[in-house]
Each structure stands twice: as C-alpha cells, then as structure tokens.
C-alpha cells in the first residue's frame, strides 16, 4: 500500500511537469504572430520566452523520469498544439455576436498562417526530440555527472536547431533572417544559462525514492 501511494504521488508530480509543459507551449502558440524589438537592431518572436522554458520542463522530467518519460512529454506538448490551433480555427470562424467589434484584432492574435503552423510544427518535433536524445547521451557519456552540462549543451544545441528551422520557415521574406535568428537565440541562450539553478532545485526536490520508482516503470 506504502508504496502505491509513492507510484500515486510520483505519478502527480510527472503529470504536473508534463501539463505545465503544455501549458507554455499553447502559449507559445497565441504569441508567436508578434516580432519583439531587441537592442542592436536586432528581433525575436514574442513565443520566445514561453517556449524557452519548456526546455526547462523537459530536461527535468529527462533526469528524473528518464528517456521514455521526457519523450512522452513532448508527444503529448505537441498533442496541445494541435488541439490549441483547431479550437482557435473554430472560435475564430464561429459567427460573432453583433455587437463585438474586436473579429480582426482577434484573427490577427489568434490566427496562423499555415507558414506559421509548419514553422511551428516542424521546428518543435525536430528540436524537442532532439533535446532529449543529447540530453541521455551526454548522461550516459557522464556516467550521470555534470548535470549542469546535460542542461545546457541538449538546450543550447536543440534550441539553435529549432531558432533556424521556426525563423526560415514563418519569417522568409517578411523580416531579415539572420537578425531575427540571432536575436532569438540570444534570448533562448540566456534563458537556457539562467534556468540551470531551477532544474537542479527541481531535481534536488523531486529525486526521492517514490520518485525512482516511477523512472523505473517508465524504463521498463
């Protein structure tokens, strides 16, 4: 009984990373339409922040619950996406009461061109995979040490991938490439440095036995 109620709690806390995850991803999806001024010339997509720190949520579900687990977050982030952009298409389209005056504002916030769902899309399945997979190889090449270093170079490596691939697609020919990307990454590369405290607070909180013992029904 002791220890189903440690799978219970330990299964709470899973579910809790893996919504908050979600929760920073839709957001990233009502965000991303709006390009932010940064100094030097430089811009970034306002989804930047929001979808940094998603990175933060699967790196912690990755050292605690392990390979299997983090890869279920991201199925289940990218399962939000999807659901996020239909129900917006069906507000959008539903017919609005005659007296509010505010469809094209909403359109234009809530709205995705299909460059933006593909930039999207595409940007998040390639970099989120690939975050955890140099996440577990960097661990294993370790031996477990260094999760300073796991953090940071899966995060650093995966959110170049995804600045590249999401800024080409959805920004072509609508803003200077190289500007937008630099400055996207900039801010992603800072998030990344400043988030290290909080995955090993997290994994210093959550890695007790009951804790373990979810990881290893996940691994099996």
Not at 62 to 69: L, N, V
Not at 97 to 111: C, D, H, M, N, V
Not at 133 to 156: Q, V
Request: glycine content about 6%; proline content about 3%.
């Amino acid at each position: 009984m002791a220890k189903e109620h440690e799978l219970q709690k330990s299964t709470v806390f899973l579910t809790t990373l893996i919504g908050l995850n979600t929760a920073l991803l839709v957001a990233s999806n009502a965000a991303g339409c709006k390009l932010i001024a940064l100094p030097f010339g430089l811009s970034a997509s306002a989804t930047v922040f929001s979808y940094a720190f998603s990175f933060t949520f699967t790196d912690i579900i990755s050292e605690i619950y392990g390979q299997r687990a983090a890869n279920l977050a991201v199925r289940i982030g990218f399962a939000g996406l999807i659901l996020s952009v239909t129900f917006f298409f069906i507000s959008i389209h539903f017919p609005s009461s005659p007296f509010w005056k505010y469809q094209k504002a909403y359109e234009t916030i809530l709205g995705f061109s299909p460059r933006m769902i593909i930039g999207g899309w595409t940007s998040y399945a390639i970099s989120q995979h690939l975050d955890v997979w140099i996440f577990h190889k960097l661990k294993n090449k370790t031996h477990g040490r260094y999760l300073w270093l796991r953090n940071n170079g899966s995060t650093l490596i995966s959110q170049f991938i995804d600045t590249v691939v999401f800024i080409t697609i959805v920004f072509y020919g609508i803003s200077p490439l190289w500007k937008t990307i630099f400055g996207q990454y900039i801010i992603k590369l800072i998030i990344a440095l400043l988030d290290t405290p909080i995955v090993y607070i997290a994994v210093k909180l959550l890695s007790t036995k009951f804790i373990m013992d979810l990881k290893n029904w996940t691994e099996e």
